[in-house]
């Protein structure tokens, strides 16, 4: 789709909401020293932006490439949702080409519902059956959103019952000092033991006194109260 473009974002600034944008400049963090420092919203609902994704989705990777580096959050998220896409349909030669695509722009899925809605729709499904040593790569970045990405690349492992890789990742990321990986790591612990209780439980003994208290706060939210605050307290 040539010039496929210009349409995307003629179709992305038709859906802005100038009041949500401001709500979501705030929830995301963008101002000066914060992790979503410089990022610009236009307000679009999630499923908007899904839905001119899913049209676009033909869109070539030259122009994929140029939305990624828009500094307008939406085009961002609609370059991604549009690498889903493609990634859903692709043969596993075109599958390679996405996640290498996908992996030379780690550094911009930078928020985190960016790195939320790709990353183990992607990077996650494309390794399920390959060498997994990437994620520890990732975890071990300097870049907040690489280590993200690691972490949640692995619910994709989750949802097929398949836990190794988020316990080794998450013991990488036991230690990291951001708020953002803390509730990541604690959310794909919780997913872990929406499957297996124990193999979280198993993990959470072991760490839960050094564990950041976010982390954990996640990682017990669905836990019955008396067990939650026996966590809470360190009276495991």
């Not at 990634?87 to 911009?108: C, R, S, V, W, Y």
């Not at 190794?164 to 990488?172: A, D, P, Q, V, Y």
């Amino acid at each position: 789709m040539a010039n496929s473009i210009k349409e995307i974002r003629k179709e992305i600034k038709a859906k802005e909401h100038k009041e949500k944008a401001k709500i979501l400049q705030g929830f995301f963090k963008t101002g000066k020293g914060q992790y979503g420092e410089g990022d610009i919203f236009l307000g679009l609902y999630v499923g908007d932006t899904r839905k001119i994704a899913k049209k676009y989705s033909e869109t070539s990777f030259n122009e994929v490439e140029l939305l990624l580096k828009s500094k307008i959050h939406e085009e961002r998220l609609c370059a991604l949702l549009i690498l889903v896409q493609k990634f859903q349909k692709a043969d596993e030669k075109e599958k390679t080409h996405i996640t290498n695509f996908f992996l030379k722009n780690t550094k911009k899925v930078n928020n985190w519902d960016l790195v939320d809605l790709s990353a183990d729709k992607i990077l996650g499904e494309y390794l399920f059956d390959k060498n997994k040593e990437i994620l520890v790569k990732l975890a071990e970045s300097n870049n907040l959103w690489e280590k993200r990405i690691s972490i949640i690349s692995t619910f994709a492992f989750i949802k097929k019952n398949r836990f190794k890789e988020t316990i080794e990742i998450s013991k990488l990321l036991l230690e990291d000092k951001h708020d953002l990986i803390h509730k990541a790591v604690g959310w794909m612990l919780r997913e872990i033991g929406k499957r297996n209780l124990e193999t979280e439980e198993k993990f959470l003994k072991k760490h839960y006194k050094k564990m950041p208290r976010t982390m954990l706060r996640y990682a017990i939210e669905k836990f019955p109260e008396t067990k939650r605050q026996a966590y809470l307290k360190g009276k495991i």
